[in-house]
């Protein structure tokens, strides 16, 4: 943790209870700023009750001076000319940097001045020069939000004397950065899959939102546009957060921040989504766990700055779970039989509420919420050895962590949950291809005239019988699921297919058509005669050759079958040769390998969220310990 921030709060504070204003006299003098003297009684009276050396104390209240008196020459210069002041904080990379001195902290914190006229793209050229990146790309945040290059900084309430985080992230050669191509093409993979699934198309990849029990939760198609986005960019930053790469992790949560689109900040009952029903948010933990993961990244790249936001987004993060599982988790018991495994969430959650408050100077609130963590995370640990022991029979991480947190660390009673979890998922996912099948086969056998989907069992009932699949389909479709009329159809051969619901029957092999007219037939007849039969040449010859006495005679009316095969027919040069070939075949192949490169780094099992190990917790945990025992 940033060591002298903390120290600076710690003063300011103290400063703030003693109503002592450094800008002004006597610790200023009015007309010569740079002339000040702070007076050692001061000093040494803050060195002492703050335990704090007296060159560490001088230091800090030069700092603090100095800034204030900036500021106040920056208010000034905004009102006289509108140009604005922004404190910038470049988030740092490495997990273990400490900022010890005032030329150190100066490499990541300082201020820049610029119009709000000017847009986002003014501000990143401004701040990639102050910076010199090369071979980086910048994302700017602000309010919890990224700032966009095209918005003037007035419309994305940015606001003088505001706060910039930036993050630096890597570009691919020569190429958009890294982060935006991530987002861009989670974006696109994301909606194309839940686009699969609605459209019953479940061959290779697909997306579906299920709830903590495996259901499919049935959502408009928009509703689940957004959902399925925000939670693909939430699960590919969890992907970079697993492997501590905090900086990156974050532009992708702001992401997924943006689309679940929450609204309702303060009251719990009014909780709703712009693009999410909120019956439906209820059921799941998903804005909890993010609102959670934005915060655990604020700390671990020492975004002290943004406590503010932290300590809103953990509010709404504690409010989330308690709608979610139930005030004392009733109704996570309720659902999975258990509420261990979530634990280690409210540990987390509780940590990290101590930690703002601890920056807030509410030690007796901070003293609480740590001591809370750490009995949830007592109740969490599991041995090693006995880790290493369920891994080696074959289990995954996940399994092995939660199954000896629900056991109380036992290998064997560990052994019997993981199993009955396995065939718990194994007998879930043979009701998903079940029904997965089922949706398939209802969408090809498609609806009636009046709009019902053809009834399944009938078709398979007349199937059974030895009639054509096709005609059976229609027949049902035509006749609204009578059964008696799609007999009496079908054994008339009276049966046409209607552009509507067989479009694809509305057009003939060209080699059949060929074939009949090389025999002499006339080309309009034998297409007519080939939709009648479903392509069946043999079957089109016997019809025409009946016809051929009548064709020696004076011109005939085509029978009203015929008829109504051409009306129903889609007239074209173009013939079916059975292939279904995609027009837009290069945009095909860019997205499957869009999803080959973004599908690896998205959960492979439901409860990887829950396989929190704490240690990094921990750590948190006795820091804290440490620094509140020093202010005692």
Known sequence: MD????????????????????WLP????????????????????????????????????????????????????????????????????GRNQKLTSTSTADKYDFQLDIHLSNDGKELRKSLMDKLDCRGESIKMISNGRLIEDGCNLTDQNIKHNGRILVVKTAKLDNAEDNISTKISQARKVATTLSKRADDGKYEGHYMEIRDQNGVLIPLQSTTKKSLVIAMSLHELARSYIDRKNYTEALPLLFEADKEFK???????????????????????????????????????????????????????????????????????????????????????????????????????????????????????????????????????SVEARLGL???????????????????????????????RQKKRKRERLGKTVQGEWVNAELYDSLVSMGHDKELVAEALRQSENDIVLAL????????????????????????????????????????????QHNGNIERAIDELSSQMPMSSGSSTDESDLEKSALNNMDV?????????????????????????TILPDLAKDEEDYLNLSLNEECEILQEYKILLASLK
């Open 262 to 396: 929450y609204k309702t900040l303060i009251e719990v009952l009014s909780l709703f989504y712009s693009q999410c029903d909120a019956d439906i948010l209820n059921c799941v933990d998903n804005y909890a766990n993010l609102c959670l993961d934005i915060v655990w990244c604020y700390m671990r790249i020492k975004c002290l700055d943004y406590l503010s936001d932290a300590e809103l987004r953990l509010r709404k993060c504690a409010q989330c779970f308690s709608q979610c599982y139930g005030q004392n988790m009733e109704r996570l018991t309720a659902i999975k039989g258990c509420h261990s495994h979530e634990i280690a969430l409210f540990a987390r959650l509780h940590l990290l509420q101590g930690v703002v408050a601890y920056h807030k100077g509410d030690k007796s609130t901070c003293q609480r919420l740590l001591i809370q963590a750490e009995n949830e995370m007592e109740k969490l640990m599991v041995k090693e050895e006995s880790l290493t022991q369920l891994m080696v029979m074959g289990f995954s």
């Open 26 to 93: 006597p610790y200023t003098k009015q007309g010569d700023e740079s002339s000040h003297s702070l007076p050692e009684e001061l000093i040494e009276r803050y060195s002492s009750f703050l335990q704090i050396s007296s060159k560490d104390v001088s230091e800090v209240l030069e700092n603090l001076r100095s800034h204030a008196l900036k500021k106040i020459q920056g208010n000034k210069r905004f009102q006289q000319h509108g140009i604005a002041t922004l404190n910038i904080q470049v988030a740092k990379t």
């Open 3 to 22: 060591e002298r921030k903390i120290l600076i709060e710690r003063i300011r504070k103290q400063l703030l209870k003693d109503d002592i204003k450094l």
């Open 572 to 596: 074209t040069e173009d013939f079916d040769d059975g292939e279904d070939i995609s027009e837009d075949d290069e945009d095909k192949e860019e997205l499957e390998k869009s999803i080959e």
């Open 405 to 435: 947190r629900s056991s109380n660390g036992n290998v064997e009673k560990a052994i019997g949950y993981i199993m009955d979890r396995q065939r718990e998922r194994k007998k879930r996912k043979e009701i998903e291809r079940e029904e």
């Open 488 to 531: 009496q159809n079908l054994n008339m051969s009276y049966i046409y297919f209607s552009s509507k619901n067989s479009a694809k029957k509305n057009t003939v092999s060209k080699e059949a058509l060929n074939q009949l007219t090389a025999m002499g037939f006339d080309a309009k007849k034998a297409k007519s005669c080939l939709l």
